[in-house]
C-alpha cells in the first residue's frame, strides 16, 4: 500500500488542524493505522492509531483529548482532527500502516507515507 499525508501547515497556537492520509489499493480496510510525529533533534513518537475496523483507538497521554483519529474505508483515507494544538506539537506528521497486528510502535508498521509538516506558533 502507498500513502500520501497531507493537510499539515502553520497555525497559532490554540487553532485546529485536519490531515489526511490517503492510500492506494483496494485492501485499505484490512489495515490498522497509525499516526506518528517527529519533531528536529527529537525521535519519532507515537501520536495515534486505529483498527482496521475503527472499533480501537488509541492516544499518548500528550494528545489525549486534544487529537482524534478516524478512517474512511471507502474513501481510503484515515484522518488526524488536531485541536488545541500547542507549539509542541511543531513536527513533521507521518501516516503509518501494518496488516499484522494493532500496535502503537512505529517499527511493527511496514508502510510509512512521506510525512507532512505541522508548525504552530505561540
Known amino acids: 500500500v502507498q500513502l500520501q499525508a497531507y493537510g499539515g501547515g502553520l497555525v497559532q497556537a490554540g487553532d485546529s488542524l485536519r490531515l489526511s492520509c490517503a492510500a492506494s489499493?483496494?485492501?485499505?480496510?484490512?489495515?490498522?493505522m497509525g499516526w506518528f510525529r517527529q519533531a528536529p533533534g527529537k525521535e519519532r513518537e507515537f501520536v495515534a492509531a486505529?483498527?482496521?475496523?475503527?472499533?480501537?483507538?488509541d492516544y499518548p497521554d500528550s494528545v489525549q483529548g486534544r487529537f482524534a483519529i478516524s478512517r474512511d474505508n471507502d474513501k481510503n483515507t484515515v484522518y488526524l482532527q488536531m485541536n488545541n494544538l500547542k507549539p509542541e506539537d511543531t513536527a513533521v506528521y507521518y501516516c503509518?500502516?501494518?496488516?499484522?497486528?494493532?500496535?502503537?510502535?512505529?517499527?511493527?508498521?511496514?508502510?510509512w507515507g512521506q510525512g507532512t509538516q505541522v508548525t504552530i506558533s505561540s
Open positions: 503509518a500502516a501494518n496488516r499484522r497486528l494493532y500496535t502503537t510502535i512505529s517499527r511493527n508498521y511496514e508502510y
Open positions: 486505529i483498527s482496521w475496523s475503527g472499533s480501537r483507538t
Open positions: 489499493g483496494r485492501t485499505f480496510s484490512t489495515y490498522n
